[in-house]
């Protein structure tokens, strides 16, 4: 009786090229893998490289792009289209299938699926621009442009961020935000950002100039419109862009800072920042962002669905507390 055939695994791959690459013959090969010559015949005419001859990476890469080409996002063109339009609004495939999840109630397509699906686009048809849809990890973080020596002890009424309220720290109420400086390579140029801890709802703008006295103005016509019970805490970072935080008590915004050197106190604005680094990267010119194009990022930052959020975006919570906040408002029980 005949073995049965099993697919090569990418360890015999790995076997295959070396000896190949000692000169062995087919029947060699097939020897040492215990596999049938025309297997190992086979497998070197189908996955091998025009220019770099057979590799296993290459091959074991090969063979997934043809496993995949009759996966699900290839024979439904409606949820093909969906899963695009996710990724076009620069959502991570995971993020997609959350999001089509709670849209459907039930469990639709895996981030895996997705992610092999873009991968045999680049690789089964060469189309690299579906490389835009895989996320960009960074090697190690950037220069975020601040000054070697903490300033703590030159802030006037200066909090500790040990007084904070517990109520802060778990997330747990909205209203308490966290600022900084998201900086680029041009000199002076920077978005003032402020993000909101339990909604991760991010606002921007780009300040009159990095000192103390704007910053302060432009963190108050961000957070002066909204409701007192959405604007109740800020923290902030050392940095002497802040000093004038003080300014915000006119709004009964309580200020507190973080140790010095320990910017992971406010981790959220910090993982906020590097996510508008995919849409915004440091060597972005500016100024030749207009504020619609910085408002469409944002948007479409704020419009993202995330996983702790239970694959809501945070422009929709946040905006559901607001609601929430003005029906308490308006209830009869709330009057006196």
């Known amino acids: 009786m005949g073995k049965h055939y099993e697919q090569l695994s990418s360890e015999e791959r790995a ?49 997934r792009a043809r496993r995949w080409r009759g996966s699900r996002l290839e024979r439904d063109a409606h949820l093909r289209r ?9 959502w991570s495939p995971e993020q997609v299938c959350g999001r089509l999840e709670r849209q459907s109630g039930r469990h639709l397509i895996s981030p895996e699926s ?26 190690k973080r950037g220069f975020r442009g601040r000054k070697g020596g903490s300033s ?13 309220p517990p109520d802060v720290e778990d ?13 680029f390579a041009r000199y ?13 709802l991010l606002l921007a703008v780009r300040p009159h100039g990095k000192q103390a006295a704007p910053i302060a103005a432009a963190i108050a016509g961000l957070l002066e419109p909204l409701p007192a019970t959405l ?5 902030f970072d050392n940095g002497t862009e802040f000093a004038r935080h003080y ?65 809501r975006s945070p422009a929709e919570l946040f905006w559901q507390q607001v609601l929430h906040l003005e029906c308490e408002s308006t209830s009869p029980l709330s009057r006196g």
């Open 15 to 63: 076997i295959i090229a070396d000896l190949r690459s000692k000169g062995r013959s087919i029947r060699q090969i097939a020897a040492a893998l215990d596999r049938p010559a025309s297997t190992v015949s086979r497998e070197l005419k189908r996955n091998r490289g025009r220019q770099i001859g057979y590799r296993a990476a290459y091959a074991q890469q090969q063979t």
């Open 247 to 311: 300014e915000l008590h006119r709004l009964d915004i309580q200020t507190f800072f973080c140790d010095p050197h320990a910017p992971w106190q406010k981790g959220g604005i910090e993982n906020a920042i590097g996510r508008m680094r995919r849409r915004i990267p440091r060597k972005t010119d500016l100024a030749a962002l207009t504020s619609r194009q910085i408002s469409g990022l944002l948007r479409a930052y704020n419009n993202t669905p995330r996983k702790c959020l239970d694959w």
């Open 114 to 139: 997705i992610y092999r699906f873009i991968q045999a686009q680049i690789t089964r048809r060469q189309d690299y621009s579906w490389r835009h849809y895989l996320p960009r990890a960074k090697s």
């Open 82 to 90: 969906q899963v695009l339009e996710g990724l076009r609004k620069g």
């Open 152 to 164: 703590a002890l030159h802030i006037q009424a200066r909090v500790s961020i040990e007084e904070r």
């Open 188 to 200: 002076g140029q920077a978005l003032l950002t402020l993000h909101e801890r339990s909604s991760r």
């Open 231 to 235: 604007r109740q805490t800020i923290t």
């Open 171 to 183: 997330r747990s109420s909205p209203g308490h935000w966290e600022a900084d400086l998201m900086m």
